[in-house]
């Protein structure tokens, strides 16, 4: 039916609002004012569209015409309100507003929009009047009661407007909902110990409500008391063991032992609570993070599927499965499990970004095509930006990154990867000061400015300019004077200068303070080297590894040194256990095939036959000549 003209008008706006396509607004509007030139929803339409072009005036001064012509009409009435309000004509908005409320004295939205802006402009006694009679309208509305609530928060009376939440619980008193604003409210103002202590009398009154006992020990976690949150979690499930509350505490406390590495008493409480709800899809995804620590790779993958049909928004799980076929060597699977995360989740943002993140350093030309999706659905977003200018600049692509680039840097002026993003494309035009001009202009306004400080450091160091770099990371360290990060980047400026002394000091202060920072290690082990210290460079790096358990990075450089000083059974050792702690790093397993086909014997060789096999098909030239 296209003569029904307010359809035409939803159809414009979504064109104008979510699909970027002013074109067929535009469309819309002329086919709907040349069928009613006063139409009031082409109207509106044709107004939103100026607005969206900056053009505040003509769009207020076409929401008036239809006002005039409408003088009933809700919709416009809020729309012209809300349009004054956002564009500083706060007296106009409240003119219009009680105007029309003394058409519609009883009209809620009307009454909530006077009331919003009334208190903007801390016009407290009117907004109060009306949020009271907001509530006597609708004494059931727990909306009401949290509006009311609010505007006491914000005129700064903290006892009424816990009063009044207390008024709300008081109204439905098995509400959970009502109970846990009010918890959360108190902790905002007076602490944890406080909300627990809320909590307390609240499940005191309410002993039945089980999602009452769940939040405090959610609470009592976060508040660094596990031992009693492990009570609560025992009595929810001791008291409602087949109910979904009894489930949740079990999650929870399952949660609190693998925190603790208690992997048996964390598998227990999974197991429970399976022969409770078997397909609980949370339950199963606990059920699965175990069985993969216990490298039970099958019960793995039948828990993962049991997640990934019920509950196909959670992107982890599919990640999950994915790796736990790669275990198994299944390739086909993960492939089409990754393909079944992208299906399911095409219209949600957030799948969308971690899987774009995901693809990013595996299949770049996917990882595109994800984020334009997002990108889609999101517009003019950071992450969303920042992902696609990180691609085109990885594809080569500097002139379109640049273009985003200066996007981010307009919009998002105080967040990083703007600066950042532009350093390529002046990097392949070979001028390296207006890169370091448009990074020191992000240092300075960016709030996350640490990346932009060290791309600032290395390119001003490459241009010698050591005075500069050095003078700024010393004024950052008055301010931080124990900011290992900071002691490291200085010392790769004195490293660069070939001050070696300076850089060996700051470094060994580091370690002595952050005994688990990984880059000391290895920049120590790289001075010691430069000085020709090789004794010195393997202590530091075994000493490094032997306190960074989680290092691939120390091992490895570890494993070079012996392999240059022809100690080739240390560094076999060290790649025989990386091989264990990471089966599918194919560096690690290449350089392990290499050393034993030169140096060991005919067991070894017998035994990386198996090994040679992951190798097989992934195109590198290296791999290549080892497999050979």
């Keep these: ?19 970027d396509a002013e074109d067929k607004a535009k469309e819309k509007i002329e086919f709907i004012l040349s069928k009613e030139p006063h139409n009031p929803d082409g109207l509106l339409l044709k107004s939103a569209l100026m607005l969206k072009n900056n053009n505040t005036k003509e769009a207020i001064d076409i929401a008036k015409k239809v006002i005039a012509n409408n003088s009933g009409d809700i919709d416009s009435i809020m729309y012209l309100a809300t349009l004054y309000y956002r564009n500083g004509k706060r007296p106009e908005a409240i003119e219009l507003l009680d105007k029309s409320l003394k058409s519609h004295p009883g009209n809620k939205a009307l009454n909530k929009l006077l009331a919003h802006v009334l208190m903007n402009e801390k016009h407290y006694k009117r907004a109060e009047v009306i949020y009271r009679k907001l509530l006597d309208a609708d004494p059931d509305s727990q909306d009401a009661y949290n509006a009311l609530a609010a505007f006491y928060d914000t005129s700064g009376d903290v006892i009424k407007s816990e009063e009044v939440l207390r008024q709300s619980i008081n109204n439905d008193p098995v509400d959970i909902e009502r109970h846990l604003i009010l918890v959360n409210y108190i902790r905002s103002k007076k ?14 009154n309410n002993g039945g409500l089980g999602e009452l006992r769940v939040a405090l020990g959610e609470l009592l976690v976060v508040s660094g008391d596990k031992q009693s949150a492990i009570k609560v979690y025992k009595k929810v499930i001791h008291d409602f063991s087949d109910e979904a509350v009894g489930i949740e505490a079990r999650i929870s ?13 964390a598998s227990n409480i999974v197991e429970d609570a399976v022969s409770v709800s078997p397909n609980d899809p949370k339950v199963n995804y606990l059920r699965a993070r175990i069985a993969l620590f216990n490298k039970n790779v099958e019960q793995a993958i039948i828990s993962l599927r049991i997640v990934t049909k019920e509950m196909p928004e959670n992107i982890d799980a599919f990640f999950l499965l994915a790796s736990a076929y790669q275990m198994e060597g299944n390739k086909e699977q993960v492939k089409t499990t990754l393909n079944s995360a992208y299906e399911n989740n095409r219209d949600k943002p957030d799948a969308l970004l971690k899987l774009a993140k995901f693809y990013l350093s ?20 950071y992450d969303g930006l920042s992902i ?21 840097m307009s919009s998002f002026s105080d967040k990083p990867n703007g600066y950042l993003h532009v350093v390529p494309y002046y990097s392949q035009q070979g001028d390296k000061k207006k890169a370091i001009i448009a990074l020191e202009k992000g240092y300075e306004k960016a709030k996350d400015n640490r990346k932009l400080l060290t791309i600032l450091t290395t390119l001003q160091a490459s241009e010698k300019k050591f005075d500069v770099v050095e003078k700024r990371i010393k004024e950052e360290l008055k301010a931080s004077p124990n900011d290992a990060d900071l002691k490291i980047l200085l010392a790769k400026s004195y490293m660069t200068r070939n001050a070696l002394p300076l850089a060996e000091a700051l470094l060994n202060e580091v370690v002595s303070a952050e005994p688990s920072s990984e880059q000391a290690y290895f920049f120590l082990a790289r001075i010691y080297q430069k000085q020709e210290n ?42 025989r256990r990386l091989s264990e702690l990471y089966p599918d790093n194919l560096i690690v397993i290449n350089n392990m095939i290499s050393l034993l086909s030169d140096y060991g014997d005919k067991n070894d060789l017998e035994a990386v036959k198996e090994f040679v096999k992951k190798l097989d098909g992934e195109g590198s030239p290296v791999f290549k000549d080892t497999i050979g």
């Design 1 to 19: 039916d296209p003569n029904h003209l307010a359809n035409q008008a939803q159809i414009g706006m979504i064109y104008l609002m979510f699909a």
């Design 191 to 204: 602490g944890d110990e406080a909300a627990i202590n809320e909590l307390k009398v609240s499940i005191k």
């Design 253 to 265: 406390l399952a949660s609190i032992y693998i925190s603790e590495k208690d992997v048996e008493r």
């Design 362 to 381: 595996r299949d770049i030309d996917h990882a595109e095509k994800i984020i334009d999706d997002y990108n889609n659905l999101k517009k003019h977003d």
């Design 388 to 408: 696609k200018v990180a691609i085109l600049n990885k594809k080569k692509q500097y002139s379109e990154a640049y273009k985003i680039a200066q996007e981010l």
């Design 534 to 575: 090789i004794s010195s460079a393997k202590a530091v790096l075994e000493k490094g590894w032997s306190n960074v358990k989680s290092s691939i990075k120390i091992p490895l450089g570890l494993a070079v040194l012996y392999d240059a000083e022809k100690e080739y059974s240390k560094s076999i050792e060290i790649y």
